[in-house]
């Protein structure tokens, strides 16, 4: 892992919110890197100082502000009801009127300019799962019953014990199932908001690799922890969640699914081996048919695309693109350009790659020889989806829809998105 | 440093859920115990926050506002502590948007209204966390004391902010460097 990467890890080692394993890992880290060290001291100072804004003597007595405003709020909305029924006996324009009024209050979604037909997209902010429809100017939210939750490739949302399906006819009608939460791994939730999840819809199923570990006996007869994973299968239908009984070596960073569901690809990292593995898993026997080793530069945040028709994956990272042609596991492209980030979409017929510039804009790229088509420059965009004849791009302050063969932005709609939200467009 | 077993302030999954449903049943009563159980560790976190006394306590009479309303219009569940952060969290950044200017005074009053003054070195020290920590964005403020001062775990802090845990701790990292990097200017400045 770069040092770059583990400055997050880093914090949580001050914060004590770190797993066992990632505090030995970290530890291991620090012990043979100047950089770290000096960084982690740095943490350590940061906490001090900042521990001196602890300021328990303030004790602010404010229950009768509060329950003031309470009461200022319940008069309030007497008096707009009381409106209401007057402004029906006076007309309906004047209750019109009124409604757009109070909806100015509201905050939601700031539409602009709509662009022609496009799918709706979804996504998951913060409590909501959102449908925003570009073309028609509109958008739709319905509230997460279990709280937070992470939207995954293939249209599944995971929401503490449950996991919603969307499916048409309305996705935002979406059928709760619930899970068995001994049974839930970390691998269901963390990675979530990244592009590449590690829970993957196929159908009536869903594939989610589940981080493990088991002893390890060493050299020196001191029992050591060693990372694996599982392929876990849950039946959407009912919820079981059918578990892996073949143990992997392996920590799971990203993972895309073949289009015909029958291979699982997975980018792993092995203990002791700072290099990363593609591994190849038959999702029917579950069990590990192939291997590809990428060249140094790609690291745990590197991005995984997989064709429409199953025959080439794509890698790609800061800086690099690595192209492997599935049926003869022969590397048809291996690529160093600044221009290059993880965040990367693939055109329907795999001859097209977009990526986000690392200084914001877009990049259009030939897949098959990695040359640079277009560049254009614009916002620091956080994930790309390419459906059909249209480019979603999510970026700090929301989604826009980007024309793919120039480039250019067709309309957008506002709102606050942190993080690198997955955008689904069935 | 908080220990993963220590219990920070509030109260229990199974206690907050007694409260809400005596809130939703209509005992105001109930929700009175809400601001009086919360409304200093939050008043303290958007004291740090905006830097102000009175605007944060404007923010915190806000905030539960807007909770009682949302409590009583949803049933879902809620983990009491985090979702109030994250009102209140909404709420300074409301401020800071209408504002467009963030000016940090420094708390000449509590000096003032507090007991015995605390040793001059110490407070001058305090005084230029809090200058250092207004030098930073907002989003870097808001994940810096949530996690370094609140003591939320980082999926907590990405739940306060609609970001995921992974970004949380990223956000965590970033702000720190910039944070001492603003200290050692202002240390700078006054040698």
């Known amino acids: 892992m770069r040092c770059d990467d583990l400055q997050g890890l880093l914090t949580g080692l001050v914060a004590g919110d770190l797993t066992p394993a990632q505090e030995e890992f970290v530890r291991l880290h620090l012990q043979g890197c100047a950089r770290c060290q000096t960084a982690y001291a740095g943490l ?17 007595q404010l229950g009768p502000r509060v329950s003031r405003a309470m009461e200022r709020h319940r008069a309030r909305r007497a008096v707009i009801a009381w409106s209401a029924r007057s402004l029906r006996a006076a007309g309906v324009l004047t209750a019109v009127a009124l409604v757009f009024g109070l909806l100015l209050w509201q905050q939601g979604p ?44 293939g249209g599944l949302v995971i929401a503490g014990p449950g996991v919603y399906r969307l499916d048409p006819p309305d996705l935002l009608e979406p059928e709760v199932v619930p899970l068995d939460p001994l049974k839930l791994g970390p691998g269901m939730i963390s990675y979530a908001n990244f592009p590449s999840a590690l829970t993957i819809r196929d159908g009536p199923v869903a594939w989610t690799v589940k981080s493990t570990s088991r002893p390890r006996q060493t050299g020196t007869g001191l029992p050591t922890m060693e990372s694996g994973f599982r392929l876990d299968r849950i039946n959407l239908e009912t919820g079981e969640v059918e578990e892996d009984p073949v143990w992997k070596a392996g920590h799971g960073l990203a993972a895309a699914l073949s289009p015909d569901g029958r291979h699982l690809y997975l980018l792993a990292r092995l203990d002791g081996d700072t290099g990363l593995f593609v591994k190849v898993i038959d999702t029917r026997t579950r069990e590990l048919v192939d291997a590809h080793r990428p060249t140094a530069g790609f690291g745990p945040l590197s991005r995984l695309l997989i064709s429409t028709d199953g025959d080439r994956l794509f890698l790609l990272d800061q800086g690099r693109l690595l192209s492997i042609d599935l049926k003869r ?98 | 440093m908080h220990s993963k077993g220590q219990r920070r302030e509030g109260w229990t999954l199974r206690e907050e859920a007694l409260w809400l449903a005596a809130i939703r049943a209509g005992d105001e009563s109930a929700f009175t115990s809400v601001v009086e159980r919360y409304q200093s560790p939050i008043a303290r976190y958007l004291r740090r926050l905006v830097g102000e006394t009175a605007l944060a306590e404007d923010l915190t009479q806000e905030t539960f506002l807007k909770a009682y309303v949302a409590i009583i219009q949803t049933d879902s569940e809620l983990a009491l502590r985090p979702w109030l952060y994250r009102i209140a969290t909404n709420e300074a950044r409301m401020h800071f948007r209408r504002r467009r200017l963030i000016r940090f005074l420094p708390f000449l009053a509590e000096r003032h209204d507090a007991g015995a003054p605390p040793a001059e070195e110490g407070l001058a020290e305090r005084d230029q966390v809090r200058r250092a ?59």
């Open chain 1, 44 to 60: 350590l100072q940061t906490r001090r100082q900042l521990s001196l804004l602890a300021d328990e003597r303030y004790q602010p």
């Open chain 1, 329 to 426: 596991g022969a590397v048809l492209l291996d690529r160093e350009e600044p221009e290059l980030t993880a965040q990367a979409a693939l055109s329907p017929d795999a001859t097209q790659l977009v990526t986000a510039r690392p200084d914001g804009g877009l990049a259009l790229w030939d897949a098959a020889t990695g040359e640079p088509l277009r560049l254009i420059e614009g916002r620091r965009y956080r994930s790309l989806t390419w459906q059909g004849d249209w480019l979603y791009a999510a970026h700090d302050a929301g989604l826009d829809l980007v024309s793919p063969t120039s480039l250019r932005m067709t309309s957008s709609m506002e709102m606050e998105l942190e993080g690198d939200p997955l955008i689904y467009v069935p």
């Open chain 1, 110 to 153: 700031d539409l602009r300019s709509a662009g022609p037909a496009a799918p709706p997209a979804y996504m998951v902010v913060g409590r909501e799962l959102m449908e925003l429809d570009l073309a028609n100017r509109s958008s739709r939210a319905v509230k997460l019953s279990h709280g937070y939750g992470t939207l995954h490739p």
């Open chain 2, 133 to 191: 920590l207004a030098r930073l964005p907002e989003e870097y403020r808001e994940a810096l004391l949530l996690y370094l001062v609140e003591g939320f775990k980082h999926h907590e802090v990405g739940a306060i902010l609609a970001i995921s845990g992974e970004a949380a701790r990223k956000r965590v990292a970033r702000g720190s460097e910039m944070f001492r990097k603003a200290y050692a200017e202002l240390e700078g400045g006054r040698r």
